[in-house]
């Protein structure tokens, strides 16, 4: 019986229901009518349709009302979902709700299909992100160490030799070897840098503490700007797709201010528990407004920023960026300390953007 009433449209069930009430109305009027007019004391006339009317109305709206409430009830169902992906739960779904309009639950049913196959390709395109990140820190391993063993070590030999040449008895010869030796040292600690900025091995071999250490030292110097650290985390190591994402995140932030900030100084303050950990980046350059899209085609900054929130993202963290006044920027990362990926991450990462 409830299956025949749900699959009536809300039209068809507004219709009825009224039907019912006029129905009902004019039987009840009739009746009461012939027995007020054997009575002695009849009503006026105005009294009976006053009264008639009020009964009418009265039955109408409740009749009405728990109607349309139980058939749009659906629609309440969809609001919710719908603020909850607004918010990015693509996991909530439409409710199945009993006595319902079948348009709307059928609607229902295509949103909540929509939602499915959305939430798959987009644990597919996180999957896929993560080979390529993958596939790059992979790359950037393999290219720093041949720049490490054989690059760095061929310029090392040539060095040995131009230096046996400044021996030589002629002028000359000594003066072009010195120039050489000046030429392949630059060249020689142009190397070591590139590789350093390709995979730092403190991060593999020290941990997220020593690398960030040597990041500071080196845009500091870099920069001749003072770039301060503070590390508040146990000496543990963290698992090291944690620390990577880490120390990306700074690496990128400390080459955003090298190259648009203008800054007069900067700040990574690591902080850690049992259960996360956060970096922080501060600067007090000259900022940006976070809630402009940036045209990644011209300085590479929009690019940098969108890489920091999908590796961010990937193990399960929330990347925020804030424009602090009077200037400058903070970015920061936060990440549980035990990382998920794949279709949870997608769940749990976000992007927070705001003003301070």
Same mark, same amino acid.
């Given at each position: ?7 009536? *449209? ?85 409710? *199945? ?260």
């Amino acid at each position: 019986m409830s299956g025949r009433i749900s699959a009536v *449209p809300l039209f068809y069930k507004v219709l009825i229901a009224n039907a019912a009430i006029v129905l009902f109305g004019a039987t009840a009027g009739t009746f009461v009518t012939a027995t007020a007019v054997r009575d002695s004391d009849v009503p006026s006339r105005s009294e009976l349709v006053l009264v008639f009317a009020s009964i009418g109305v009265l039955l109408s709206v409740v009749v009405n009302y728990f109607v349309l409430r139980a058939a749009f009830q659906p629609l309440d169902s969809l609001e919710e979902v719908a603020n909850a992906v607004r918010e990015g739960d693509l996991s909530a779904r439409a409710r *199945p709700v009993p006595f319902s309009d079948p348009q709307l639950a059928r609607l229902a049913e295509t949103f909540n299909g929509t939602l499915d196959e959305l939430e798959r390709d987009q644990a597919q395109l996180r999957e896929l992100a993560t080979q390529v990140i993958r596939a790059q820190e992979d790359e950037r391993k393999r290219i720093a160490r041949e720049l490490h063993d054989d690059t760095a070590q061929v310029l090392f030999a040539q060095l040995l030799s131009v230096s046996a040449m400044k021996a030589s008895p002629s002028s000359d010869v000594r003066a072009t070897a010195e120039t050489l030796e000046n030429m392949t040292v630059e060249a020689i600690e142009g190397v070591r840098r590139l590789a350093l900025e390709l995979r730092p091995p403190a991060l593999d071999d020290l941990g997220l503490r020593e690398a960030l250490g040597d990041l500071a030292q080196r845009f500091s110097e870099n920069l001749c700007i003072p770039v301060t650290l503070d590390v508040r985390a146990q000496r543990d190591r963290l698992p090291s797709e944690v620390e990577l994402v880490l120390y990306r995140v700074a690496q990128e932030a400390m080459t955003n201010i090298s190259k648009h900030a203008k800054a007069s100084k900067a700040a990574i303050v690591l902080v850690r528990n049992k259960d996360w950990v956060e970096i922080t980046i501060d600067d007090d350059g000259r900022g940006f407004d976070p809630t402009v899209p940036t045209r990644r085609d011209e300085s590479g900054l929009g690019l940098g920023l969108f890489g920091m929130e999908e590796r961010v993202a990937l193990v399960g963290g929330r990347l925020s960026i804030h424009q602090l006044h009077p200037s400058g920027v903070r970015i920061k990362a936060w990440i549980p300390s035990t990382s998920r990926g794949g279709a949870e991450a997608n769940r749990v990462g976000e992007r927070t953007v705001a003003r301070w």
